[in-house]
Each structure stands twice: as C-alpha cells, then as structure tokens.
C-alpha cells in the first residue's frame, strides 16, 4: 500500500520571518530541544499558519541559527519562521506575545537580512560572585582577559572506549573584554565572544571561567548569564 | 538569598532543571494575600510520570477555578534534585510560588499505584512534616489523598490524614469549603481534630484515626469499628451522575521537558461496562458513563488551541464501547485534519474493532497494534471474563495485516486462578497462529515481509473490589516455573518475550492487600532508603525484605493466602457500590470458567445504584 504524505502537494508557497526574541528568569532553564516544542505550541496557540516541510513526516518550520546554553539568559536570540501567510510584523508579534511561556518575549519581527554564517561575535553580561572580595575578582579577572594568552582547556570528544580529554588552547583572539565592574552584588562583566552558526570557533563562557577559577584559585559561587548582542562579522547587529 | 533564587542558582547543576522550576504555559499563579485556601497537589513520582496524570489536570483546574483557592502542583525529586535540595536546606515546593509547601492548608496526594507509598512519606518528609499524622500539629497542613489505591488506603492509614474515595470533583470543594468556613482568620488554621470530625461527615471523607482495628489469633481482621458518632459504618465512594455536565479543564499545564505522555487528553467516558475479573479499574469505576458527542469535540478544539499541542488523545478504559464512536470519530478527524494535530486512540477493543474503525484510525496514524488478550486459552479467558475469543483475535490481526501493520503486541498476565501449563502454551500458540495468518496473506497484500511480535507478560496481582480479591498470588516458585515453560514453547524467532520483575509484583500484592499493620513496613522500608521504587534503577527488594523481617510481618500472609468469603477485608468497610456478594458471585462462576455478560448485553446486578448515572443501569 503506498502510503501519501499528508500534505502532500499542498503548499509550496512560504513567508520567510526572522524574528528576535528575549529568554529570561525562569525560561532560562528551557533546553534548546524543548525550546522547539515550546515555540511550535506558542505558533499553534497564536493561530499563526506555520509552513510544514512537505516530506513524508511534515514538520512546522521553525529554526534556530544559534543555541543558548542551558541557565543563560538572552535578550536578543534568533528564530526564522515559515508561514503560510504574509502579516504584518506587529500584529505577528502581539499576538505570540499574548501566549507565550512566561520568560519569553519576542522583540523583533522581520525579513531576514544576514547569512546565518555571518555570525560571528556575541556580547554576554556576566555576574560572578566568588570567595574573594569583589574589588580582587575584579582585578585579577581584568587581569586574566588582557593577557597575552589565555589559555582554556577545550574538551574534546571522547574516542570510542576512551576516557574524555581536554586540549590546552589559547583564545586571545576570540576574547574581547567590554566593561567590568564591582559592586556588593558580585562583579559584572560585559564580554564579547566568539560565536558561530557554523564550523568555526565557538568560545562559550563557562571555559574561560573555569580557566580563571583555576589560574588564580578563585573559587567561583554564584554565576549569572546574559547574552547581550549577537554581531555580523561586519560588526553590524545580526538582523 | 531568597528561596527562589537559591533554587535558580542549584538547578543549573541538575539534570532537566525545568522540571523544578515551574513557569509553563497554563500554570496558574495568584496572589497568596487573596488566597483563602492553599492546596498542594502532590504527584508521588517524578514530573515525567506524574504531569502526564489527567485526574491532577481535572483537579488543578477545578480547584484554581475558585478565585480564592489556589491549587499547585509538586512531584517527587529525581535522586539528584533530592540530594541538592538536602545538602542546601530547600523544602519541597509547590511549583507555582515556589513556597514551601508545609505553609499550605492541604497536601493532597493521588496514589496511582502502590509503589509510590515511599514516595509519600518522602515528599511529606521533604516538605519538613513528620510522616505520622499523629504527629503532625495543629499549625501543619491537613493532609489528604485520593485516587484509584485509597480504595485500600489501610497501608497509609498511619500517614494520613484523611482520604477521599471515588471521584473527586465534588468532594474536593466540599473539603475545601468546610475548611474555609472554620478557618478562624485568613492566616489562622483550624484545629485539626475538630476539621477532622467535621470532615468526617462529608460523603467520601474516611478519617482512618476515627476507626480502630481488632484482629483474630490467625491474624485477620476481627472488627473495624468507628470511635467518634461522626464516623459512618461504612463510607461510600463519590461519583458524578451527570459525567457530560462534570467540570473539564479548557487549559492544561503545557510541560517545556518531553514528559510521558505530552498531548492534550479527553476524557470520552469513565467506568466500564466490562467486567474482566481481574481488573480494579473495571469495578472501581463503575457506572459506565458517557459525555455526548458534541461535549467531547467542543473540550477537543478547546484544549487544542489552548495547549497548542500537536496531539490530542482520547481518554478512557475502553474507547471502542463508546456508543457513538464513528460519528465521533468522523467530527474529531476532520477538525485535526485540518490542523495538523494527529488523533491517538489507546484502549481499543479487539472484539469490536470494526474495519470502519481501523480505516478511521488509519487515516489518523500507522503505529503498532497492541492486544491484551491477557490469557493463552479460551477457557482461562472465559475464568477471568476477558470475553474475547481466538476468532475475534485473528480476524482483527487479519485487518490490521491487511491495513499495513506488521508488529503487534500482545500483552498476556501469568499466574491468573487456576492456570495450568496447558494455559501458558496457549500462549505461545496463539503466538504463533498469528505469525502464520500474516505469512498466509498475499505479499501484495501486506506490509513488508517480516512480522514482530511481543508478547509481554505480568505477574497477577489480586486487588481489592474485583472478583480475585480472595486470591492467592501465585508463589515466586510458580512463576518462575512458568516462565520458564513459555520460553520453552516459543519455537519462532520473529517473537520476543518480556516479563516483569518478580519481587515488583510480590510488593504490589502485599500492598494492595495490606492492612493497617502493613504501614509500619512501609515506614521501615523509607527508613532504610527505599523511594522511587516503581523505578527498576532504585527498587531495592532485599532492602524490604529486611523491613518485612524487622516489623515481623510476613509477606506470604498478604499475598499468597486464600481469604475465604467470610473474612473482614481490609476494605471491608468503604463502600465502591459493587456488592462483595456480586464479587462472591463473580469468584465462584469464574472457578466454573462460566462468563457473566457485559453491562450492554444486560444488567448483572453488581449493585450499582439505578441513580447514579449509568448508561446502562435501568
């Protein structure tokens, strides 16, 4: 018996969006996996006509060129959509706004302008507290980034039957130092990073903390993430 | 630090964190200093198991639905949660606030199956409460607990305070109410013993500590006698009479972690018209009750566009006996159809199976086709009452080959009265005989070349209110030798076999069975760490075999002893509305392999009141 696809022939006409959204207090604890579940049950809550890929398994398309660690917050991440309908902008926005998680808001809605492997920088906002007064972390963190190497373990993917390892690596060049400052809070930093949509280097957060930690035996308590900004390697926003 | 930001800062080191953190889509959060009542939904087991649970989903709903009472919901923490709230000092919460949970006025738990008792007195533990409600003070929340097992609550009878039978619809907000009226002020408990007493008059509320419990020299029950006027005789379950016009959820809590079952549920009809002498459920129940067709699409769309969700599936314990299946079906397909969300029905029958049906199901998806046929011969069959012949199963088998199905599982129970050797190759017989069938259709005609079958067995577990409740559970040594012997008679490759842990069901058996004295193992078990036990990676028998042996109790007394017709039972005091003469009835016609009718062929008197809403009772 010759099974069809449910949709098949149905639409090959689709609205490409690229839309921005903020993910904050406790959706930060939303993976990426479920974050796609999530934003395909707020598209079908908002009434919103998704495209579906036209295959033998139909699937509504939804895209994320980047992918959040899970705990960081964001005000500024990517989504491209296809829908069946041409809205306008404002309206696609209020009206995922209204039935999306709590946590979640979107922020922009447009065409998408850059090449997803235009990406190239991000900004984070980081709070650290740690055993040492704020003014020391401050310092000898500021210490740490503007060195003429900064040397972090990267791991690498275990071998088959192998133990996991790490590699010694130096990200001077995917390190830019924006800001610090201290305060009784903690201490803030305003870092940007290397990011990438596609092959090249990566640098999360976690990695170049855990390298401080250990270089000046810092024990670190409490971390708090924001990614700020998300850059073309022109420098402009990636829009 | 404040609770909530301490917890942000733990979860981070915790697998799946948002299963603690709450915030989803259709959780309802208010404002506590308007909030007149406070009850925390407890689910004994994980947020996978239990957010899939749709009496929590109907409960959370109705009693948010009142502006001034608030409902949360709490799971049970995954090992790793468990040790991280321990280490930091975090009392169980309620998702919704993220107050501790021992600040409420009710604790409510639903138990589903025994083996989340260690659960209870975990999570009450957890929650910073003494386990034993003797325990538990005046400034403490009442705590409660409902659900399919209270029909035998005598295990937890120690640990709670009061329990709700039947369904819960009404009874909830009765309690509720009651507590509201005698709360002294908004931040003021009543006291507990005299909301107890007042409770206790409430139709469905048993205070077990209102009821003492004599026993003979052998160990049975001698009397259970009420010690307050309050207390009735007997206590007789809750039921809806008008189930089209019972309260349902427009908005279910959309979980961001994939969870068990993640999709919107209907409930189409609750009771059964059945009658399989084994099943609880199918007793319990019961009357048969249906919503009317236009009800269940209506609470469909609804649903749908409030969850979002891709799936929507049709709840109950028997879908096919639906009267208006097709017609119900041909609504729902079109409307999901159109958008994109697939239609799920479990808890089809073989026997009325009908070829419309399956083309109905067939335009909805193509998954595996399950069969409970649940014994290997037809005269097993007809001891338990499952009233479906071998011809009924290989014409649905022969459908559903010739629809394109090409696995089917087969679900078989080993250890049912009177089985013999001859009964456990049936098994495998039957196994068999649908191999062949496939192989006897036309390759043009079926799916693929290659046939799966599972066949999975479970030991029997004699529970309470059905006509097995005067059974012995068949001895380890009689299971094990019948394992052995079907795995022996299974000659084809192209069937696989699966059976259950063998101490799992002895516990089970014990606990549904078990009397007030039984609590004191459980206790003893949670002591020695045992938790999360329906979980094969943390059940620890030898660990309760120790508390068995401690608490000088002997499990075989509970789960291989035949109870003769005359015993006390445990639960002889709480009224489920079928007659023990109607079970006495059903035990001794099930020894002569004699079936009893369905509740749609005709009424067999199982006592079930006229007036209670049964399709099918008068």
């Keep these: ?239 | 630090m404040e609770l909530k930001e301490k917890i942000e800062q733990l979860l981070l080191n915790v697998q799946k964190p948002a299963r603690y953190i709450g915030g989803e889509v259709g959780s309802v959060v208010k404002d506590k200093n308007k909030v007149d009542v406070r009850f925390a939904f407890c689910f004994p087991d994980t947020y996978d198991v239990g957010m899939s649970h749709l009496g929590m989903k109907i409960l959370y709903g109705l009693k948010n639905n009142v502006e001034n009472y608030w409902c949360e919901r709490v799971f049970a923490p995954e090992k790793d949660f468990e040790n991280v709230m321990q280490e930091n000092n975090i009392p169980l919460y309620g998702l919704e606030s993220l107050d501790p949970i021992k600040d409420f006025d009710f604790i409510g738990f639903t138990l589903q199956y025994e083996l989340s008792y260690t659960n209870v007195l975990n999570m009450l533990d957890l929650a910073g409460l003494p386990v034993l409600a003797k325990d538990r003070t005046d400034d403490m929340p009442v705590v409660v607990a409902g659900g399919p097992c209270a029909c035998n609550p005598e295990p937890l009878a120690d640990f709670i305070d009061l329990f709700i039978l039947g369904e819960g619809e009404e009874v909830n907000l009765e309690l509720m109410s009651l507590y509201e009226k005698m709360k002294p002020a908004r931040d003021k408990r009543p006291e507990k013993y005299e909301f107890l007493r007042q409770a206790a008059k409430i139709k469905g509320i048993y205070v077990p500590a209102f009821y003492d419990v004599s026993y003979n020299d052998d160990g049975t029950i001698k009397a259970v006698t009420p010690n307050i006027p309050e207390a009735p005789e007997k206590i007789t379950k809750r039921i809806i009479k008008d189930f089209d016009k019972v309260y349902y959820p427009d908005s279910f809590v959309v979980p961001f972690t994939s969870i068990v079952h993640d999709r919107a549920v209907v409930e189409v009809l609750r009771g059964c018209i059945r009658g399989c002498r084994f099943c609880q459920a199918g007793f319990i129940y019961r009357p048969f009750r249906e919503k009317e067709v236009d009800t269940i699409s209506r609470q469909t769309k609804y649903l749908c566009e409030q969850t979002g969700y891709e799936e929507v599936s049709l709840s109950s314990l028997s879908t096919s006996d639906y009267r208006e299946i097709e017609m119900l079906l041909e609504n729902l397909v079109d409307y999901t159809d159109k958008e994109n969300i697939s239609l799920s029905l479990p808890s089809l029958r073989i026997d009325n199976f009908s070829e419309k049906l399956l083309e109905k199901i067939q335009r909805i998806r193509k998954s595996g086709l399950t069969f409970a046929p649940e014994a290997g011969t037809q005269r097993l069959r007809d001891v338990i009452n499952k009233n479906v012949s071998e011809e009924e199963i290989m014409e649905t088998c022969k459908l559903a080959f010739l629809g394109g199905y090409s696995q089917v599982k087969l679900y078989f129970m080993l250890g049912l009265p009177t089985e013999t050797m001859e009964d456990i190759e049936g098994i495998a017989e039957l196994g068999k005989k649908i191999i062949d069938l496939y192989y006897s259709i036309d390759k043009s005609k079926r799916n693929g070349n290659n046939i799966q079958i599972s066949i999975s067995t479970a030991t029997f577990v004699p529970k309470p209110f059905t006509p097995f409740e005067f059974e012995p559970q068949a001895t380890r040594e009689e299971i094990s030798a019948k394992q052995k012997h079907l795995l022996e008679s299974l000659s084809s490759r192209k069937i696989k076999l699966s059976y259950h842990n063998q101490d799992v069901s002895v516990l089970e058996a014990v606990l549904a069975r078990g009397d007030r004295r039984v609590g004191q193992v459980v206790l003893r078990a949670w002591e020695k760490g045992c938790v999360l036990d329906s979980w094969d990676e943390y059940f620890d028998f030898p660990k309760w075999q120790e508390a068995f042996d401690e608490c000088g109790i002997d499990p075989e007394f509970y789960a291989n002893r035949f109870r003769s017709y005359d015993e006390i039972l445990p639960w002889d005091h709480l009224d489920y509305l079928v007659s023990k003469s109607f079970f006495v009835r059903e035990n001794k016609k099930a020894h002569e392999a004699m079936t009893t009718r369905n509740c749609k062929e005709g009424c067999s008197g199982c006592g079930i009141p006229k007036d209670c809403g049964g399709v099918y009772c008068g």
């Design chain 1, 1 to 239: 018996m010759a099974d069809v696809p449910k949709n098949q022939g149905l639409n090959l006409t689709r609205y490409m969006y690229r839309m921005t959204f903020s993910k904050k207090g406790r959706a930060k604890f939303i993976s990426h996996l479920d974050l796609m579940r999530a934003m395909q049950r707020t598209f079908k809550r908002a009434g919103l006509p998704i495209w579906y890929t036209q295959g033998f398994n139909p699937h509504p398309y939804i895209m994320f060129p980047l992918a959040l660690s899970l705990g960081v917050e964001s005000e500024i991440e990517p989504m491209d959509v296809a829908l069946l309908e041409k809205l306008e902008n404002e309206e696609i926005k209020s009206r995922l706004n209204m039935v999306m998680p709590e946590g979640i808001r979107i922020e922009t809605v447009g065409e998408p302008v850059c090449d997803h492997l235009d990406i190239y920088r991000s900004d984070y906002e980081i709070i650290i507290k740690t055993d040492r007064p704020p003014e020391e972390t401050l310092k000898f963190f500021s210490e740490f980034v503007s060195a003429d190497e900064i040397i972090i373990k990267k791991r690498l993917k275990p071998k088959k039957n192998r133990r996991e390892t790490h590699r010694e690596i130096d990200v001077r060049e995917y390190v830019k130092l924006l800001g610090i400052e201290a305060s009784n809070e903690g201490v803030k930093i305003n870092i940007r990073l290397a990011t990438s949509a596609g092959n090249d280097f990566n640098l999360n957060y976690t990695p170049l903390l855990d390298a401080f930690s250990e270089k000046y035996n810092i024990d670190i308590n409490y971390i708090s993430a924001k990614r700020t900004k998300i850059l073309c390697r022109n420098g402009e926003n990636f829009i």
